[in-house]
Structure formats: structure tokens, C-alpha cells
């Protein structure tokens, strides 16, 4: 079996992809040939730094690029296994390896679509829940007497002496826009009531 690519021997089977994102799709390309150890690791060098220069920019690509950049060293790995030496003038020296920390831009670009891709997880794991029916929400439309300094008693909103009511339960009490209180978890903002 010789080098599908230059005819060198010895050779054998390997299967590289790369993924390169587009705006809405992506680009898959496989080289999936018997080569020497030379043109394998050239290969390998040239998908796996497309890959992740280009691959992270999208949803699926950026999943094909974790992917394929695992597998191509997987497969690359195997491939040193049986194909450990190249001809060179006739004579078989050992083989050559090509590392991925070769290619500083590939690990710059893929340090920083990391780091966005972590930022972006944090963000949505962070999103502030909607309320939902098990808030208390026993605070809204209830009326409050001023007791004096900062303390505030329930009343019944037909009461004289309801100086506030409650308008609105929020998670965060920076929506009310003067006073408020706290309600559980929660802030019921308070308004002045007028009559
Ligand atoms: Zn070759």
C-alpha cells in the first residue's frame, strides 16, 4: 500500500475532517485516504487548525469542532501507531510529528471562542427565572398604614389609615420605582394611596 498523495510507503488508512462555520450552515471536509506518515501529518496539521480557526462561529459547527478536533487526534494518534517511519532519499527514517501548538493563531482563536462560549453558558445560567405561580404573590393589591419612622402595618384597603398600597411583586427591588417591601423571596413595591 503506497501514499495515496505522493506514493510514498509505507502507508495506511486515515480519516481527518475539518468544519469551517458559514452564517447558516457550515462546511464539512473529510480526507479519507491511505498516507504515508509525511502527508497524514500535513493533513492533520491543515484540518485541525481549519477547524479551530473557522469552526467555532456557529451552534452546530462549534459542536462538529469540539468533535472533530477530538477525533483527528484520536485517528492521527492511531495512525502514528502503524505508520511510525517515511521514506526520505530512499531510506526509511522516522516519522515526523506535527503539533497543533504550531499553529499559535488556531489556539489564540480557539482561547477566545472558549472564552465566549463559557460567557455565553454563565449568562444563560444566570437569567433571572420569570415569577411563576409559586411567588407569593399574597402581597399584591395590599394595603399599608405608615406606623411611624420606617415601619408599616396591614390594613384593609377600605381603612382611613392605609397611607400605601402595593402595586407590584418583583424580583428586584430596583423595579420599584420608590418604596417597597420585601415579600419572601421577593419586593412588593408600594405607592401612596389616595383616598
Ligand atoms: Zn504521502
Given at each position: 500500500?503506497?501514499?495515496?498523495?505522493?506514493?510514498?510507503?509505507?502507508?495506511?488508512?486515515?480519516?481527518?475532517?475539518?468544519?469551517?462555520?458559514?452564517?447558516?450552515?457550515?462546511?464539512?471536509?473529510?480526507?479519507?485516504?491511505?498516507l504515508c506518515g509525511y502527508c497524514a501529518e500535513r493533513v492533520y496539521f491543515d484540518q485541525q487548525s481549519r477547524t479551530l480557526i473557522q469552526g467555532w462561529w456557529g451552534p452546530l459547527s462549534a459542536l462538529a469542532t469540539i468533535w472533530f478536533s477530538i477525533a483527528n487526534f484520536v485517528r492521527i494518534s492511531e495512525h502514528r501507531r502503524f505508520i511510525t517511519t517515511v521514506e526520505n532519499d530512499g531510506l526509511q527514517t522516522s516519522r515526523p510529528r506535527a503539533k497543533i501548538?504550531?499553529?499559535p493563531v488556531a489556539l489564540v482563536v480557539s482561547?477566545?471562542?472558549?472564552?465566549?462560549?463559557?460567557?455565553?453558558?454563565?449568562?444563560?445560567?444566570n437569567?433571572?427565572?420569570p415569577a411563576s405561580e409559586s411567588n407569593p404573590t399574597s402581597f399584591n393589591s395590599t394595603c399599608w398604614e405608615n406606623t411611624g419612622g420606617n415601619s408599616l402595618k396591614q390594613v384593609s384597603c377600605d381603612s382611613d389609615s392605609a397611607s400605601y398600597e402595593t402595586y407590584q411583586v418583583v424580583s428586584d427591588p430596583s423595579l420599584c420605582a420608590d418604596l417597597y417591601l420585601e415579600a419572601g423571596t421577593q419586593y412588593a413595591c408600594l405607592q401612596e394611596k389616595f383616598g
Amino acid at each position: 500500500m503506497s501514499c495515496e498523495v505522493c506514493g510514498g510507503v509505507p502507508a495506511g488508512p486515515v480519516l481527518l475532517q475539518s468544519a469551517s462555520s458559514r452564517i447558516l450552515w457550515w462546511n464539512h471536509r473529510k480526507v479519507n485516504a491511505d498516507l504515508c506518515g509525511y502527508c497524514a501529518e500535513r493533513v492533520y496539521f491543515d484540518q485541525q487548525s481549519r477547524t479551530l480557526i473557522q469552526g467555532w462561529w456557529g451552534p452546530l459547527s462549534a459542536l462538529a469542532t469540539i468533535w472533530f478536533s477530538i477525533a483527528n487526534f484520536v485517528r492521527i494518534s492511531e495512525h502514528r501507531r502503524f505508520i511510525t517511519t517515511v521514506e526520505n532519499d530512499g531510506l526509511q527514517t522516522s516519522r515526523p510529528r506535527a503539533k497543533i501548538t504550531g499553529n499559535p493563531v488556531a489556539l489564540v482563536v480557539s482561547a477566545i471562542a472558549l472564552f465566549i462560549i463559557a460567557s455565553l453558558a454563565v449568562t444563560v445560567l444566570n437569567a433571572p427565572t420569570p415569577a411563576s405561580e409559586s411567588n407569593p404573590t399574597s402581597f399584591n393589591s395590599t394595603c399599608w398604614e405608615n406606623t411611624g419612622g420606617n415601619s408599616l402595618k396591614q390594613v384593609s384597603c377600605d381603612s382611613d389609615s392605609a397611607s400605601y398600597e402595593t402595586y407590584q411583586v418583583v424580583s428586584d427591588p430596583s423595579l420599584c420605582a420608590d418604596l417597597y417591601l420585601e415579600a419572601g423571596t421577593q419586593y412588593a413595591c408600594l405607592q401612596e394611596k389616595f383616598g
